[in-house]
């Protein structure tokens, strides 16, 4: 797509309209490349189709399915939070059936080992020959959707089975490194921290989701339609609206959307603004905040905005799409102190601390 200066992005927002279910359709200026545009439109379709396939099994939770499709859209993971009983499972399995991947499920438990993950190797006799050799076994790794289910009720040893997977998308087992097919998403589950049975994810291990989506309650009037679904004979089916080769095309479509450089340089002072010990930090940063987010932080932020541009059809990125996105991109990435947590200060209080110290300046040059 063809760079906009400022001006042009301010027309962009002017002439937007608001559509059905949240989508935001926009009448953009010209384009240099009639193929972007054309990607960008089957992209918002493709999208719409999914979350009608989805709504017909899951109720409600339009905020999380449009962060799991984002999530996807910017080649990330993504880490859902929530007490059992929300629907995340399914909401995963759910998206996997209508996107046509290659889907398995690890249910996380205390005695789960790395083997249990990644797979290993057995010795199988040849009938022939009589011989005996060594053969991988694959494990359920091996899949283009991995659901992750519980992910905190095991070891941070089994934890870091996923680590190479999810950064490299390959598996090196018995001195042999496999690549994984494209798309490969790792989805987890976690329960609160403060449920028995569970263990932190290490830094390391967090910091890999793309997002930390908080599932929450169904409305009443949701509540009220999962009861009488799931107490009745409703059965609804799911259609394959969209394949893997679809997804990798428009993974590179959203790499191509264009970042305005007031928004990038808000990116750096928001993710800069909440490191103790950095220049740019603010007092209350060194005070309450023990460990900031890194550079992956930065980089996944601007991805997933462009990400969730285009699913609202705008051809490049705006403030609200990263302001929007900061919570879900930043809170698993903040080590708040103690005197943080003494005060009764959550992390998702800082980071919108953040958001309202520090403002955008649309003609600000790089």
């Not at 991805?303 to 051809?315: E, F, Q, T, Y």
Request: proline share 8%; net charge negative; hydrophobic share 40%.
């Amino acid at each position: 797509m063809a760079g906009k200066d400022s001006a042009d992005y301010n027309l962009f927002l002017t002439n937007s309209l608001i559509y059905p279910k949240g989508i935001v359709l926009v009448q953009p200026p010209p384009i240099e490349s009639t193929d972007d545009a054309t990607a960008s439109v089957r992209l918002v379709s493709a999208c719409k189709r999914v979350r009608e396939q989805v709504a017909r099994v899951v109720v409600g939770q339009e905020e999380v399915i449009e962060q799991l499709l984002i999530a996807i859209l910017a080649r990330g993971h993504c880490l859902l939070e929530g007490v059992p009983g929300l629907a995340k499972t399914l909401m995963i399995r759910t998206l996997a059936d209508s996107m046509h991947l290659s889907f398995r499920r690890i249910q996380f438990t205390p005695d789960l080992m790395p083997g249990d993950i990644t797979g290993t190797e057995i010795i199988q006799e040849d009938p022939a020959t009589g011989r005996r050799e060594f053969r991988f076994e694959r494990g359920p790794i091996f899949t283009q959707m991995l659901l992750a289910d519980e992910i905190n009720r095991t070891p941070p040893k089994t934890q870091a089975a996923l680590l190479e997977a999810m950064q490299e998308h390959e598996v090196t087992t018995a001195g042999k490194t496999v690549r994984l097919t494209e798309p490969f998403f790792v989805l987890a589950t976690q329960n609160p921290i403060e449920q028995e049975g569970t263990y932190p994810l290490p830094e390391a291990q967090r910091d890999r989701f793309l997002f930390h989506v908080l599932v929450g309650y169904p409305s009443r009037d949701e509540e009220a339609e999962i009861v009488d679904r799931t107490t009745s004979n409703f059965q609804a089916s799911v259609e394959p609206v969209m394949t893997g080769e679809q997804i990798v095309g428009f993974q590179q479509t959203v790499r191509d959307v264009p970042l305005p450089p007031h928004v990038k340089q808000w990116v750096l002072d928001a993710v800069r603004t909440l490191r103790p010990g950095d220049i740019q930090a603010a007092k209350w940063t060194n005070e309450l905040i023990q460990w900031g987010p890194g550079p992956r932080a930065s980089q996944q932020l601007v991805l997933a905005a462009k990400a969730r541009a285009l699913l609202h059809g705008r051809p490049c990125v705006s403030m609200e799409d990263v302001q929007t996105l900061s919570l879900p991109v930043l809170r698993h990435r903040i080590v708040p102190t103690f005197a943080a947590e003494a005060e009764g200060i959550t992390i998702d209080d800082l980071i919108r601390r953040m958001c309202d110290e520090i403002k955008p300046v649309p003609e600000r040059v790089m």
